[in-house]
């Protein structure tokens, strides 16, 4: 993918018009009503009056992604070259999960996929030929169906067609797509880099903190083979921090081993609550993306921290629409939702 920068009208124009981007989010007082009608009429009417076409819920999740892509491409074009090549980076994860979805499928014999449903297939990014993937006999044919700028996934491909190790291929693709976001980010000009790193490391950290905490809760795999399943680059999963964390009992143990900002989310919790520690660890990034979003002494950081509220905002948006679809009460909408969205 590339984006041409077209205009360079300064960091000040770009932290405005970003500003005036978010505050377009559908939060606040909006959000509220429509969470406390539980109206998927209501939730489709306000997406369709920013633009965002939806006929039935189950297309939310395409329909969602597709916008934030289109989104992000426009913001793209006024940032500077660091800027631009973060946000394209960020964008990339969604090709990511495309292709571990095709994987899947392919482990499992599955000749063709409900793309719309399943698939986000944004436009920007080099195409997946899904028919021609799960068709392919090995994993030598499989590598010829792929884009040649990605031919880097061959490894994957090969590793996963050698063992079946979904888990293990998963994770292979992951470090593909973190290494290339933590190379973006430390391209960054010195008034973002740090902070550009520090939400990059702090979604690593994440996940292989809940990675861990889940093993230990359901899977119970020898701390070689889950520690496998980890991810390099953030700055609370050195290795010797890892392998402790690979042993802890409870996320209060798990807190005194990881970074304050994680930490707060892990105290008086237990193993049976992963998914409020998941919620309080993504809550934390949006929080930290928000203060950077906010920081007029360095406007650079609010086009890096853009892509990740414009993610809060959609994803948010996903899980309503998922919610609704199974008749959630809102109670029980509400507690699905992050960022402004989780004051409704």
């Not at 399943?118 to 990014?125: C, D, H, K, Q, R």
């Not at 950081?301 to 809060?312: H, V």
Request: aromatic share 6%; proline share 6%; net charge neutral.
């Amino acid at each position: 993918m590339s984006v041409t920068t077209r205009i360079d009208p300064g960091q000040e124009f770009a932290f405005a018009n970003l500003h005036g981007r978010w505050s377009a989010f559908l939060r606040g007082d909006e959000l509220r009503r429509i969470v406390q009608a539980a109206s998927p009429d209501l939730l489709l009417r306000a997406l369709g009056n920013r633009g965002i076409q939806i006929a039935a819920l189950p297309e939310a999740r395409r329909a969602l992604i597709r916008h934030l892509g289109a989104d992000l491409v426009r913001v793209m074009a006024m940032l500077d070259p660091a800027g631009t090549a973060f946000g394209e980076a960020f964008l990339r994860r969604f090709w990511h999960e495309d292709l571990k979805t095709i994987l899947h499928a392919r482990a499992l014999g599955m000749k063709e996929l409900p793309a719309e449903e399943i698939l986000v297939e944004l436009p920007m990014l080099p195409p997946l030929p899904v028919a021609a993937l799960l068709a392919a006999r090995n994993g030598e044919e499989f590598i010829k169906q792929l884009p040649s700028s990605e031919r880097a996934v061959a490894a994957i491909v090969d590793e996963l067609a050698a063992n079946g190790n979904i888990p293990l291929a998963d994770t292979a693709i992951d470090r593909r797509f973190y290494e290339c976001l933590r190379q973006a980010a430390q391209a960054c000009p010195p008034e973002s880099q740090e902070f550009a790193c520090q939400l990059v490391g702090f979604e690593i950290d994440s996940g292989n903190l809940v990675t861990l905490l889940r093993n230990r809760k359901t899977y119970q795999l020898p701390p070689e083979e889950v520690l496998a399943l980890c991810l390099p680059g953030g700055p609370g999963s050195r290795r010797d921090v890892l392998a402790k964390l690979a042993v802890v009992r409870t996320p209060g143990e798990a807190a005194a081993l990881v970074p304050n900002r994680m930490a707060n989310c892990l105290r008086d919790r237990q193993l049976n609550e992963l998914s409020r520690i998941e919620s309080d660890l993504r809550e934390a990034l949006h929080r930290l993306a928000r203060k950077g979003f906010g920081d007029y002494t360095r406007p650079a950081c609010s086009g890096i921290a853009y892509p990740y509220l414009k993610w809060t905002e959609v994803q948010n948006m996903v899980r309503l629409c998922e919610g609704m679809r199974f008749g959630l009460l809102p109670a029980e909408l509400s507690q699905l939702l992050i960022g402004e969205g989780s004051h409704v």
